[in-house]
């Protein structure tokens, strides 16, 4: 067997409702009092927060909410809730709700528990100090945030970074798929279809692959394949949101370990300059990188297939060409935007998006074929 490490977060609790105890589950696991909230404004505003303010308020804890998160969140909307934070004497930081609350909370607690600054925090490893104990709920199926080491950050007008670090994960993750109850369907299925991005990525990831992270994304592409449609049509179905959340979990445990590829390099110049929601800005591109790398991954995807479309057969370049047909297909049925045109790219943006696409070296050298921004601007323009 190939040398391997693997990593995640040391205590999950899945828990349908588990909001309405939340207060009591932090108590049973920290001695801390003082606790800093990190959420976006609409999520606030919503009333999803209210079962768990209640809980925490009725155990004691002395809360404190951040509210400013935005989706792709700049540096200064970051150092900003951290001074927030540091001045409520923030003990404990709980991220809730989709990737970008639970990114910043990662960075607050490691701000907040350091004398480092933010600049010397990206790239790879480079967080050097202790950080404040760290709590995720995800509100969404998609980014797996809340189980990866992983945060994003809009850098400038259209560019991002990742401060990638042991450090950043949590202590604790609390999946209560009650909080999905109400996504919309639009944001079901793009954030759905992010987590399916991750499986797959993870699965075909030229570097880290193991024998955990490959278990983990085929049980995740299998709970998230399965159960997209029927969650995108029926959002109360609780079996269903169950399984998508346990399932972008999984692949988010998957893609940490096994990171993911051109999928992401080519979806995030989407994101940073066209400002498409990051799990919309995967699905555009997806198809088309399966097609590409598919003369090097055709025996991977293939094994894929088995488990998205189980009656598939033939050679492995038939199966491959099976599952990406299905992931097409999931994407169609679910109407979201599958064309760039459809989100206000023109063909005189392609170019620019290959270049900034190359600049993604941390996740283009996981791809399992290289890419070249011949290659890149050529799936953009697939995918336009």
């Given at each position: ?19 309405r ?6 108590r ?29 308020h ?86 797996g ?30 999946l ?51 159960n ?29 370990n ?8 080519l ?16 699905s ?69 998006l ?5 600049l993604?070296?941390?996740l ?6 290289e ?14």
């Amino acid at each position: 067997m190939t040398a391997f490490e693997f990593s995640t977060v040391p205590s999950i609790i899945a828990e349908y409702g588990a909001m309405r105890r939340f207060g009591v589950i932090l108590r049973e696991r920290f001695a801390q009092e003082r606790l800093c909230l990190i959420t976006d404004r609409f999520l606030r505003d919503s009333g999803l927060l209210a079962p768990a303010l209640a809980s925490l308020h009725g155990t004691g804890w002395k809360v404190t909410i951040i509210d400013d998160v935005v989706a792709d969140p700049p540096e200064e909307v970051v150092l900003a809730a951290a001074e927030r934070a540091l001045a409520s004497g923030a003990e404990l930081i709980v991220g809730f709700g989709g990737g970008s609350s639970m990114d910043v909370a990662k960075l607050i607690a490691a701000l907040l528990g350091s004398n480092q600054s933010l600049q010397t925090m990206y790239g790879v490893g480079n967080i050097t100090g202790p950080r404040l104990p760290l709590v995720q709920v995800p509100t969404t199926a998609g980014t797996g945030s809340e189980v990866t080491p992983i945060s994003i950050v809009t850098t400038g007008a259209t560019t991002k970074a990742g401060v990638v670090s042991p450090m950043l994960y949590a202590d604790l993750t609390v999946l209560d798929a009650e909080l999905t109850v109400g996504l919309p369907p639009h944001v079901t299925a793009a954030t759905g279809i992010d987590a399916i991005v991750h499986a797959i990525e993870a699965y075909t990831s030229r570097h880290k692959k193991n024998p955990l992270s490959d278990m983990l994304a085929r049980e995740a592409l299998r709970l998230l394949s399965t159960n997209l449609l029927p969650v995108f049509r029926n959002g109360s179905d609780r079996k269903a949101r169950e399984a998508m959340l346990l399932g972008a979990m999984l692949a988010g445990q998957a893609f940490a370990n096994a990171p993911v590829a051109a999928v992401h390099a080519l979806a995030y110049p989407i994101g940073g300059i066209f400002h498409v929601p990051h799990g919309l800005s995967n699905s555009l591109v997806l198809p088309h990188v399966l097609r590409f790398n598919a003369p090097a991954a055709s025996a991977l995807y293939s094994e894929l297939a088995e488990i998205v479309v189980p009656n598939c057969s033939g050679s492995d370049e038939a199966r491959c060409h099976a599952l990406i047909q299905a992931l097409e297909g999931l994407a169609a049925a679910t109407g979201i935007e599958r064309k760039l045109r459809e989100v206000g790219i023109s063909d005189a943006d392609l170019p620019r998006l290959a270049s900034d696409a190359m600049l993604q070296t941390r996740l283009l050298v996981n791809n399992p074929r290289e890419v070249s921004e011949v290659d890149a601007l050529a799936i953009y323009l697939a995918a336009y």
